[in-house]
């Protein structure tokens, strides 16, 4: 019997994204229980063998900021900013969302991610069993949490409740499985929740050992209204509550002052959605200023229905115009850009030690390019060919722990045809 479940031999390119960037040409990967456990320049054999000829292997894309279950309100809020986004969209989750919607838009969310490799979502959306148990139903590895508003929201939680469930999540995310994640407590912003509430949060998360995803300074209006709220800032109010004591991924971070990056340095990471912020007009992050005060910066797509899809390819190929526009084109560096998609995605969500790079030991989150395409070749420079010229489209297989969830473009865990039904069903009481 064959040592490894799963061997991926003979790619042409192994885009590592380890610590000293390695990039291996013709080499071979072995599976055991969803773990790497060889990376060799010799030939493998598995239980399953992969035939990785021609193709670029490297590690699954980390989105981390989505809302996955908004994909059923794709292009249902345009032409507006965030504040006028955020009442046309609310009203029309108010319409139609509840627990097995969210489910049902997360499964076609997840789907979409993993088409386009992605193998790893922070996803932040009410009724987070629901949303687990359909990313997981699709093979994708979900980091979801609790989330919390000041008022009962869509779920109809008062505050009370809220924090009852979140004591509970632990235990109902071990009884839903899949992929392992770390727990999370996803307070939705400083502008829907209140000072002593984020506390509370605070507390909590000391209790549990819970990190923290948080909406924070997506745009001017937003800091202004903090401001004439509490007199501070939204990343001074994640400071005063404890928050910034936890691991703390901040939802977009587009208007942080250097006050700001001060306070946030070492606990917390943005997750810069680019398209997002320019759709909504909501401004443009300066990135380059961020890594300079040692912020771990991650890459996101935000939801659906703000950005359109869920396809980090064009997210990495925006962050990279900006940091040019920015901060000038000698600042650009599409290798950077690959690791704030990868590795340093899976640092911002506490996950590095399993997730973000080809590496023995690692989680065999893993995504197959294929190389053979008009738009790839030829081949000057690798990481700005992924970065400025690789799609969505030339990811032909996806692993997440070892699993195949991915083959020839296709699913291996979901019926398409079954979910554009249900989602047609569902998507008509609008």
């Known amino acids: 019997m064959p040592e490894l479940d799963l061997a991926i031999n003979n790619a042409r390119y192994l885009v ?3 610590s000293s960037g390695e990039v291996l040409e013709n080499y071979s990967i072995g599976i055991r229980a969803g773990e790497i456990v060889e990376i060799s320049k010799s030939q ?27 994909t059923l309100l794709r292009g249902y809020a345009e032409g507006v900013d965030l504040q006028g986004f955020l009442e046309r969209v609310w009203a029309a989750e108010g319409a139609i969302m509840d627990g097995s919607t969210a489910e049902l838009g997360t499964k076609l969310g ?46 109809g939680m008062e505050w009370p409740a809220r924090i009852e469930f979140a004591k ?15 727990i999370y407590l996803m307070p939705h912003a400083t502008y829907t929740c209140s000072p002593d509430h984020l ?70 990471a943005v997750a810069h959605c680019p398209g997002s912020n320019l759709k909504l007009a909501s401004g443009i992050a300066d990135v380059t200023k961020y890594l300079k005060h040692g912020i771990t910066v991650a890459l996101g797509t935000d939801g659906c229905s703000s950005s359109n899809d869920l396809d980090m390819w064009p997210v990495m190929r925006l962050a990279g115009y900006l940091i040019a526009q920015n901060s000038g084109p000698q600042n650009l560096d599409a290798e950077r850009i690959f690791r704030m998609a990868t590795i340093e995605g899976a640092r911002g969500l506490g996950m590095a030690d399993s997730i973000g790079s080809l590496e023995v030991g690692k989680r065999a989150d893993i995504i197959a390019v294929e190389l053979n395409s008009p738009h790839l070749i030829p081949i000057h420079n690798l990481f700005a060919q992924l970065v400025f010229a ?27 045809s079954q979910l554009q039904k249900d989602v047609t069903n569902r998507i008509a009481q609008l």
């Open 168 to 182: 509970s999540w632990p235990d109902k995310l071990g009884k839903i499985g899949g992929p392992k994640v770390p």
């Open 44 to 70: 493998l054999n598995g239980a399953i063998n992969y035939d990785a000829s021609g193709k670029l292997i490297a590690p699954g894309l980390v989105n981390t900021h989505t809302h996955l279950a908004m």
């Open 110 to 155: 997840a789907l979409e991610a993993l088409l386009s490799g992605t193998t790893t979502t922070l996803d932040m959306y009410l009724f987070p069993e629901d949303t687990h148990r359909g990313a997981v139903a699709a093979g994708l590895r979900h980091v979801a949490g609790p989330i919390f508003f000041d008022f009962p929201g869509l779920d």
């Open 199 to 268: 506390s509370e949060i605070a507390a909590l998360a000391n209790e549990i050992n819970a990190n923290i995803h948080i909406h924070i300074s997506e745009n001017n209006r937003e800091n202004e209204d903090v401001a004439t709220r509490y007199s501070r800032t939204p990343t001074d109010i994640l400071k005063d509550s404890g928050l910034l004591n936890r691991r703390c991924v901040y939802g977009h971070g587009v208007h942080l002052s250097d006050s700001d990056l001060a306070e946030m340095s070492g606990n917390a």
């Open 390 to 416: 690789a799609g969505r489209s030339d990811v032909s297989d996806v692993f997440v722990d070892g699993e195949q969830v991915v083959e020839d473009y296709r699913s291996t865990k979901l019926d398409f």
């Open 16 to 18: 590592t994204c380890n």
